[in-house]
């Protein structure tokens, strides 16, 4: 199956792969994973005090399509209040990376770990 | 013999995790002998062509109750749980950060002081895990807790993947 240039190019210069410290106060972290594929991303946002996301960091292991769809959603998220990212839809990243109907799921993981993400700082923000 | 039969009826094994791999490829060779064209060549064209389904039916049975995971993946299908395609109840966060620390392992065991030992234990390390998870369907399976067995063959899946990515890096640094 051909991935679109789109894909290709997330998945060859992949945006803000890497790892924020879990504990701090300020990152978020969704981790999610599709077991028919074996696939596990993690996605981690930094939020500063007026619930902006300043910056994003994911790393995943899966094929091109869930590198591009997470990649993708690190470079949108950034400058996005908490309420406009967790309502990010699969449908747009999909749309954006022209994913063929069998990689649809990538761009549903990648949602699930944006919104995971945004669970994960909000439940550490009311303790 | 009958296809509307469940693979364990149809090779009359008890309808349970527990399958003895003797049992199971006696049973097969059994089945397979009774269908062999040879046996069916003097019968119609119809008795002949039934024969084939039944083997196609017999090695399907065979493949899904040799693997342990496609095994407890069968058992809950005929419970109506869909473990092939993927859901989005997600898994514990501590599972997920578990994988993706063997995934990194795996990743970086090429650039390790020593990659031959360090595949070797990881395969160990992600043997055991799949050991204790097949242990751990037995139990909710035993226990009739559906939901629990559920989670333990999305967590197989994981890990199942894992060891065919590491037995592929193995080849492929050592075997040539």
């Given at each position: 199956?051909?991935?679109?240039?789109?894909?290709?190019?997330?998945?060859?210069?992949?945006?803000?792969?890497?790892?924020?410290?879990?504990?701090d106060?300020?990152?978020?972290?969704?981790?999610?994973?599709?077991?028919?594929?074996?696939?596990?991303?993690r996605?981690?946002?930094?939020?500063?005090?007026?619930?902006?996301?300043?910056?994003?960091?994911?790393?995943?292991?899966?094929?091109?399509?869930?590198?591009a769809?997470?990649?993708?959603?690190?470079?949108?998220?950034?400058?996005?209040?908490?309420?406009?990212?967790?309502?990010l839809?699969?449908?747009?990243?999909?749309e954006?990376?022209?994913?063929?109907?069998?990689?649809?799921?990538?761009?549903?993981?990648?949602?699930?770990?944006?919104k995971?993400?945004?669970?994960?700082?909000?439940?550490?923000?009311?303790? | 013999?009958?296809?509307?039969?469940?693979?364990f009826?149809?090779?009359?094994?008890?309808?349970?995790?527990?399958?003895?791999?003797?049992?199971?490829?006696?049973?097969?060779?059994?089945?397979?002998?009774?269908l062999?064209?040879?046996?069916h060549?003097?019968?119609?064209?119809?008795?002949?062509?039934?024969?084939?389904?039944?083997?196609?039916?017999?090695?399907?049975?065979?493949?899904?109750?040799?693997?342990?995971?496609?095994?407890?993946?069968y058992?809950?299908?005929?419970?109506?749980?869909?473990?092939?395609?993927?859901?989005?109840?997600?898994?514990?966060?501590?599972?997920?950060?578990?994988?993706?620390?063997?995934?990194?392992?795996?990743?970086?065991?090429?650039?390790?002081?020593?990659?031959?030992?360090?595949?070797?234990?990881?395969?160990?390390?992600?043997?055991?895990e799949?050991?204790?998870?097949?242990?751990?369907?037995?139990?909710?399976?035993?226990?009739?807790?559906?939901?629990?067995?559920?989670?333990?063959?999305r967590?197989?899946?994981?890990?199942?993947k894992?060891?065919?990515?590491?037995?592929?890096?193995?080849?492929?640094?050592?075997?040539d």
């Open positions: 199956m051909a991935y679109s240039e789109q894909v290709i190019d997330h998945y060859e210069n992949p945006r803000n792969v890497g790892k924020m410290d879990a504990e106060p300020h990152v978020g972290t969704g981790m999610v994973g599709a077991p028919a594929c074996g696939d596990v991303m996605l981690q946002i930094k939020v500063n005090d007026e619930g902006v996301i300043e910056d994003a960091r994911f790393k995943t292991y899966g094929c091109g399509s869930a590198i769809s997470s990649s993708l959603v690190t470079e949108w998220v950034k400058g996005m209040t908490l309420d406009e990212a967790s309502e839809k699969n449908s747009k990243i999909a954006e990376l022209a994913l063929p109907p069998v990689k649809i799921h990538c761009s549903v993981l990648a949602e699930d770990a944006i995971a993400a945004v669970d994960d700082y909000r439940k550490k923000q009311s303790k | 013999m009958d296809i509307t039969q469940n693979y009826e149809f090779l009359g094994l008890p309808v349970s995790f527990d399958v003895d791999p003797a049992q199971l490829s006696e049973r097969y060779r059994a089945l397979q002998q009774e062999h064209p040879d046996r060549s003097h019968q119609s064209e119809r008795e002949q062509r039934i024969a084939v389904q039944y083997t196609t039916y017999l090695n399907e049975a065979l493949a899904t109750l040799k693997s342990p995971l496609k095994r407890a993946q058992l809950l299908s005929l419970q109506g749980v869909d473990t092939l395609s993927d859901s989005r109840k997600q898994l514990d966060p501590m599972f997920l950060m578990e994988q993706m620390e063997l995934r990194e392992r795996v990743a970086e065991a090429t650039d390790h002081a020593d990659p031959e030992a360090e595949l070797d234990a990881l395969e160990q390390q992600v043997d055991a799949i050991k204790g998870l097949e242990a751990g369907f037995a139990k909710a399976w035993g226990n009739s807790n559906l939901e629990e067995a559920e989670q333990v063959v967590k197989m899946q994981f890990m199942v894992l060891r065919t990515e590491v037995e592929a890096l193995e080849d492929r640094l050592f075997d």
